[in-house]
């Protein structure tokens, strides 16, 4: 939690410049709200014991209008670009205030998990935090946080079989779980191929034949343009027609082989399989891949979250946790799992169990995909 919550401080101390002429959009948070929210969910269940169904009433936070700001139930995603007091000096002090006095806590915690789970949770959502601050930089166009990973995928990842497995239960040893993930249960129908991670390169070809444009109605994915003149091209001459360069963070590169796709709805995915003679995979089929059961193993997984066929929904006799609000809103039927882990994920989060989760449509977050093919 400790290098979590530096990673956040030296985000915007990097970026102080910009941290005022942020666009109200959808789909990021400002982010001294963002990070601001973060101390406030870690005070909400480390130290004012709000998970805790035995405690009363939790105590008055630190900041008397915290609740009000900063519990992201209660304040609507506009009104969090109205809160000037949410100063870099402020919120970064009451970060570092807060991080102390859950690492007193911890200390004085006992060691079994009913009294370790709120700080696992703290520790799962910053990660999550972290992630989507790397969310705002790639879509602001800002230069990397420092925590994510850009390491080229690997030469030689193989397609991996998953056998055909009957429905089982499958057991938590005890740690921390997310409420949508106790219960789980896991089956494979039938026997499939799961290719490597889809290149940039080979959705470079599929956008040159007009399959991205007969998916999405738009001629090539966000954060793709045409490339310029590279070394070995004719001086002054146009760029060869398949030469395609996407945006990753404040950086243009080539769609090459060497990074897997990135930022891609579910939709258009699904339509790159269809074109391909495959399919997405479903939560199960990847489940059993990444954890390396049998002869599957993927190689180049943690790179990007992977999209599922699966819609997101709770297994059998299904309970909010004590973060109440996490899974059982986005139970809508409208949300599919995503598995695997991106490289702007903290590592806590690359876990085969762990289930993210986004609207199909979305293709701002760090998700791509493998193919799911017949044997």
């Given amino acids: 939690m400790r290098e979590q919550r530096a990673a956040m401080l030296g985000f915007l101390a990097d970026n102080e410049e910009r941290l005022h002429d942020i666009p109200p959009l959808d789909t990021i948070n400002p982010p001294l709200w963002e990070v601001a929210h973060v101390a406030w969910f870690d005070e909400w269940f480390c130290l004012r014991g709000a998970g805790d169904p035995k405690r009363a009433l939790p105590h008055e936070p630190r900041w008397p209008e915290a609740d009000a700001w900063l519990d992201s139930s209660r304040i609507p995603h506009r009104a ?16 570092v205030r807060i991080g102390e006095d859950v690492e007193a ?65 499958l057991e938590q ?17 039938a026997p499939v191929r799961l290719t490597p991670l889809v290149r940039m ?29 590279r070394e070995g091209n004719h001086a002054g001459g146009p760029a060869p027609s398949d030469h395609w360069e996407h945006r990753l963070f404040d950086r243009w590169l080539p769609c090459d082989a060497s990074r897997a796709m990135v930022h891609v709805s579910a939709h258009a995915a699904e339509a790159f399989c269809r074109d391909h003679g495959g399919r997405l995979p479903t939560e199960d089929e990847l489940l059993v891949a990444l954890s390396g059961q049998g002869s599957a193993a993927l190689a180049d997984a943690g790179h990007v979250w992977e999209w599922t066929s699966s819609v997101f929904s709770p297994y059998a006799g299904f309970s909010p946790g004590l973060y109440r609000d996490y899974s059982a809103p986005s ?29 199909p449509e979305r293709d701002d977050v760090f998700a791509g995909f493998r193919m799911a093919l017949p044997l």
Wanted: net charge positive.
């Fill in 173 to 189: 040893d005890g740690g921390f779980a997310f409420d949508n993930e106790i219960g789980a249960t896991c089956a494979v129908s």
């Fill in 331 to 359: 139970f809508d039927g409208r949300h599919r799992v995503l598995k695997g882990g991106s490289s702007a994920a903290p590592h806590v989060l690359h876990h085969p169990r762990f289930r993210n989760f986004f609207r």
């Fill in 105 to 169: 806590a911890l200390s004085r915690a006992e060691s079994h998990d009913a009294a370790l789970d709120p700080f696992r949770l703290a520790m799962f959502h910053q990660a999550m935090h972290l992630e989507a601050l790397a969310w705002l930089a790639q879509t602001l166009a800002w230069p990397s946080p420092a925590w994510v990973q850009q390491d080229p995928l690997p030469s030689l990842a193989e397609t991996v079989v998953v056998s055909r497995s009957d429905l089982v239960t």
């Fill in 80 to 95: 969090r670009w109205a809160l000037p007091a949410l100063t870099l000096e402020r919120v970064s002090a009451h970060l």
């Fill in 201 to 229: 390169d080979a959705y470079a070809r599929w956008v040159e034949a007009g399959g991205h444009r007969r998916a999405t109605g738009q001629q090539a994915p966000r954060y793709w343009r045409r490339g310029g003149r």
